[in-house]
């Protein structure tokens, strides 16, 4: 099982980012697979999720409007595009999967089955 994160980088505010999850080794439809990410000092807290067989998606109310996740689902690749970023955005992005197999999964790092490499965004002028 792996989940490999890609797309971080170094972005003026306003500026926009597309992260990459790619996953493999497991069944992509029947997981939920998130984002979320850690700034220095502060604990890892969920920013999107979406679940592709049904379509559902879900957005932390900081990025709600500016970032939209989406699936490729013959690629088994979740993509999170952000949009105006923000200097408050910077953290160590990570992929994250939970299985639907015990049910709907909270969406929080407790409950996520396995996790990728991070990817850092820096947003700053």
């Known amino acids: 099982v792996q989940l490999q994160a890609s797309g971080g980088g170094l972005v003026q505010p306003g500026g926009s980012l597309r992260l990459s999850c790619a996953a493999s080794?497991?069944?992509?439809?029947?997981?939920?697979i998130g984002w979320f990410r850690q700034a220095p000092g502060k604990e890892r807290e969920g920013v999107s999720y979406i679940q592709s067989s049904v379509g559902t998606t879900y957005y932390a109310d900081s990025v709600k409007g500016r970032f939209t996740i989406s699936s490729d689902n013959a690629k088994n690749t979740v993509y999170l595009q952000m949009n105006s970023l923000k200097p408050e955005d910077t953290a160590v992005y990570y992929c994250?999967?939970?299985?639907?197999?015990?049910?709907?999964?909270?969406?929080?790092?407790?409950?996520?089955?396995?996790w990728g490499e991070g990817t850092q965004v820096t947003v700053s002028s």
């Open positions: 994250a999967a939970a299985s639907l197999y015990r049910g709907w999964p909270s969406f929080i790092v407790a409950d996520m089955d396995y």
């Open positions: 080794g497991f069944s992509f439809v029947d997981y939920v």
